[in-house]
């Protein structure tokens, strides 16, 4: 099989050694692997090389600048893993996401929205507090009301945010796989909020959804292309047999699922 490893284009030195601890794995197959940096000739390498898959670790390990690689790749009508256009740009647009989970009865922290208006009572919620401006994937917490309220009055004018409670509480975290759980899922309310949330997103692949428990459940974060070798992933796959190899091979099996392109590789893997 020819893949493609869609590189970030200024990648640090740990991102570099997963990169290649992912190129080592994946060629004990004899697959075809080509390394490209997300770039201007990103499309031109596809044309001439014609891969299979295309493997977006930019996605994964950047992030920034990487919301339109889905477009391309689709325009380039080649498969590929992790997520589409829609969930990629949805899921750190967080004045619009947030209001649509809890509109299907998902439980989030207490927030509240700002657009066009930074008028905020400084009862409506509790610190400390975390800023998420959309477009942004990191949040900026305060744990003094006035620095909170003086942030959110000094954000330049047509910027949409907003503020959250940040809680403290046992933490959990779930994976989902191409609308199916991936490795067990103990809590039932869990495993449906996370089924719900993919579909709400649109999401394909492999994605993670964190849960806080605070005197209920509640959902806090999603990461629509969670690092492969994350090590918390790492290690509750191996309680149930999974090495990085299969992890890696169950990816690649489950690229573009949803996509009608032709695509042949070996069934070895199923979804636990």
Known sequence: MKIILLEPEEPDLRTMQKIGQIFDLLIQDLHTILRQKAGNSLYESIISFCPDIVFNLASIYEGKRTDLIPALLEIAGVRYTGPGLLSLTLVHNYTKLYPLLTSTGIRIPPY??????????????????????????????????????????????GTDALLQEVRAGKRISSYILDSTPFLPIANDELLQNSKRAYQLLEARGLVRFDFLYCRGWYLTDIDPCPDPLDENLLTLAAKHGWSEYHLLRMILEHAGNDLKTSFAVDREIGVV
């Open 112 to 157: 509240k929205v700002f657009i066009d208006e930074y008028k905020f009572e400084s009862d409506a919620l509790q610190v400390p507090l975390v800023l998420r401006i959309d477009g942004r994937r990191e949040g900026q917490i305060f744990r003094d009301m006035d620095d909170a309220l003086h942030a959110i009055c000094t954000l330049p004018t």
